[in-house]
């Protein structure tokens, strides 16, 4: 019917209903990470591995409306959900994420310290800035050290 799948996580982690996380909790999968998520939900997979930074996330379809971003390591579980949009909407959704980075002042020629990847290759992944010094990393690679 024309539709693609946008793939979306919530930034809330270890919820059951996804109807409890309001639209502005709802993180974007990159690109690449969106296409990858798709083709293995309409392979019939039951599953998908989604890398980010340093970490690896599995992704377990449940019915036809999401699932679930597992990190084993961490132990931490998030909803994820699939919407069916037109392509010009996906397109626009992953633009305006890519444009929130640079609106955000981050230097898109820095790399994340940790995973050493440029934060330009990674629009969709949140970017912590530490008080003080003001180094950067994405949210994903300094988590266990936050924790």
């Known amino acids: 019917s024309g539709?693609?799948?946008?793939?979306?996580?919530?930034?809330?982690a270890n919820i059951t209903d996804p109807a409890g996380?309001?639209?502005e909790l709802w993180g974007i999968?990159?690109?690449?990470?969106?296409?990858?998520?798709e083709a293995a939900y309409a392979a019939g997979n039951s599953q998908a591995a989604v890398g980010v930074g340093i970490?690896?996330?599995?992704?377990?379809?449940?019915g036809l409306a999401g699932g679930r971003q597992v990190d084993r390591g961490?132990?931490?579980r998030r909803m994820v959900r699939?919407?069916?949009?037109t392509v010009a909407q996906r397109d626009a959704?992953?633009?305006?994420?890519?444009?929130?980075?640079?609106?955000?002042?981050?230097?898109?020629?820095?790399?994340?310290a940790i995973c050493v990847t440029c934060f330009a290759e990674t629009p969709s992944v949140p970017v912590v800035t530490l008080p003080g010094c003001g180094h950067r990393f994405h949210g994903a690679c300094i988590q266990q050290i936050a924790d």
Do not use: H
């Not at 996330?57 to 449940?62: D, G, H, L, V």
């Not at 699939?82 to 949009?85: K, T």
């Open 93 to 112: 959704v992953l633009s305006a994420d890519a444009a929130q980075v640079t609106n955000e002042n981050i230097d898109l020629e820095a790399d994340c």
């Open 29 to 37: 999968y990159s690109e690449e990470q969106n296409t990858d998520i």
């Open 82 to 85: 699939r919407r069916a949009v």
């Open 55 to 62: 970490r690896t996330y599995e992704i377990s379809f449940r």
């Open 21 to 23: 996380v309001p639209e």
């Open 3 to 12: 539709l693609v799948g946008l793939w979306q996580w919530s930034k809330v």
């Open 74 to 76: 961490m132990r931490k």
